[in-house]
């Protein structure tokens, strides 16, 4: 594939971008609709649950699908598929009439979602050849899903209370055209030169299953309990076909997940940092507009607000951090990037019931940037570090340690703040004298507890996500360090 032209690649650029923020706004401005849909269908919160349970089921399971198909018969032809059956699925979503198809709708939105980001990497990589010039793209590009975190409570809010839910869905009916016109336009084919003999079916299905097992148990653990009959039946899942998948895929000669980038160094590099950083992250920042809301007294659009400066560090940051490319090393940059989102992440242990609104946004912006800082050094490692011909599986097992980093984070936390408030309102209790047997005294004293041990509650999970960002720093330096004495940093300098 010859050079594309300066001016296309830009526009090929914007057309992803697109894509890629519609895609990521769609899962954001949901969850304001839920009230108004519980309230149509007449269900519960729990009913409700499956809505968002069921998108993150499909999205998970079909990402390493379409990377390799992506790879194999076309990333423009596979990426215009996708981004048409999301159209689809919008617009019947939009049209909904009852829980049942809601879920069956939303499920055909996850599978047509999950195409994006493998493709769309894939497509951004083999667009722009130069490492620094691919960095700086894939820097702008992940700025599309911290403008679309924002920018999904921003419009959602509006829409919904002015034309009702189904507008955030049916919305995406004439920007979704106007991707897809862009996308037949200006992007052009490209294949892995590695023609496809044979699909890997069943490698494909037994890893639908492990992560369906997987992602269900880490949404719906804490409900169930950890020990359930249910949680063991997913447990027993993930190890079974698990194994299985990697039985198969160790010897397919096309398979869903190549085990041979376990091999590289930086690719290792790469996904351990990107785990831990998303665990920590969206571990830690799930529960900080519930505390905003519960214990400062903010509603939904004053939390959206205060939430702005987040896009604005990913906004800001990544692109300066893409510079660096080919300047400093990657794991220095990796690391730095690291360890400021761990400072950021420290820095809300300032939270408390008399925090005010600049209490909350300046560490999320320290955090945002710091993590915003090294985005496109990540992605550029991933295709950077595997052949051309692969890099959608690349990308898709990258989207997918992603999206599992961040459901563990979310499991692991709701269920630490839980066990910490417990524990911390014990040690309270026991330590408490209070003479007095006023029973109004005692339900205010009573009170004054729950909440002290809900705010160290808090504090707890705010340690535990720093902590977890500190050592990921540590081991960006150290592991990246080794694949550039093995390499001669080929991999990451141009």
């Known amino acids: 594939m010859s050079d594309t032209g300066d001016s296309l690649k830009w526009w090929i650029l914007l057309t992803v971008i697109i894509g890629t923020f519609l895609g990521r706004l769609d899962q954001t401005i949901v969850n304001l609709a839920l009230p108004k849909i519980m ?17 993150i089921l499909a999205n998970a399971v079909f990402v390493p699908v379409w990377g390799k198909l992506g790879d194999t018969i076309g990333r423009k032809k596979v990426y215009i598929w996708g981004f048409s059956l999301f159209i689809v699925g919008s617009v019947l979503a ?5 829980l049942n198809s809601m879920i069956v709708f939303r499920v055909i939105q996850a599978i047509a979602g999950s195409a994006d980001y493998p493709t769309a990497m894939a497509i951004i990589a083999v667009t722009f050849r130069g490492a620094r010039e691919r960095a700086e793209a894939l820097g702008i590009w992940s700025s599309a899903f911290a403008a679309s975190a924002v920018f999904g409570p921003l419009l959602g809010g509006p829409l919904i209370d002015t034309f009702g839910w189904r507008s955030v869905f049916l919305i995406n009916l004439p920007v979704g055209i106007l991707g897809l016109a862009m996308a037949y336009i200006f992007v052009r084919e490209s294949v892995s030169e590695k023609k496809s003999v044979k699909f890997d079916i069943w490698g494909a299905l037994t890893l639908g299953i492990t992560l369906s097992a997987l992602v269900l148990v880490l949404d719906k653990g804490l409900d169930w ?31 869903i997940v190549d085990f041979k980038f376990f091999r590289v160094g930086a690719f290792v590099g790469a996904l351990t940092n990107n785990f831990t950083v998303f665990m920590g992250m969206m571990g830690g920042v799930f529960l900080i507009p519930v505390f905003v809301q519960t214990f400062l007294g903010y509603d939904a659009t004053q939390t959206g607000l205060m939430f702005m400066p987040m896009a604005a560090g990913m906004m800001i940051a990544a692109p300066l951090g893409s510079k660096l490319v080919g300047r400093v090393k990657p794991g220095i940059v990796i690391a730095i990037s690291t360890f400021i989102a761990a400072i950021g992440m420290l820095l809300f242990l300032g939270l408390d019931p008399r925090s005010g609104p600049i209490d909350v946004i300046i560490p999320v912006f320290v955090m945002a940037s710091g993590m915003g800082f090294a985005m496109a050094q990540r992605t550029n490692i991933i295709a950077s570090a595997v052949p051309e011909n692969e890099i959608g599986v690349a990308s898709s ?12 984070g979310i499991a692991i936390f709701t269920t630490i703040l839980k066990n910490a408030t417990e524990s911390s309102l014990l040690l309270i209790s026991e330590n408490s004298i209070i003479n007095t047997h006023d029973p109004a005294i005692l339900q205010q004293v009573a009170a004054l507890m729950i909440l002290k041990a809900q705010i160290l509650g808090y504090h707890t999970v705010f340690i535990l996500a720093s902590a977890i960002l500190f050592v990921s720093a540590a081991l960006a330096i150290i592991m990246i360090k080794v694949e550039e004495k093995k390499s001669g940093v080929e991999v990451f300098v141009e």
Request: net charge negative.
């Open 94 to 98: 939009g049209l909904a009439w009852d």
């Open 397 to 408: 097992v990258l989207a997918l340690v992603r999206n599992i980093a961040g459901a563990f």
């Open 39 to 55: 309230e149509d269908f007449s269900i519960t919160v729990s009913d409700a649950g499956w809505i968002a349970t069921a998108y």
């Open 225 to 255: 309990g950890w020990t359930s009959v249910e949680a063991i039946v997913c447990y027993s899942s993930i190890l079974g076909f698990g194994y299985l998948f990697y039985r198969i895929d160790s010897v397919h000669p096309e398979p």
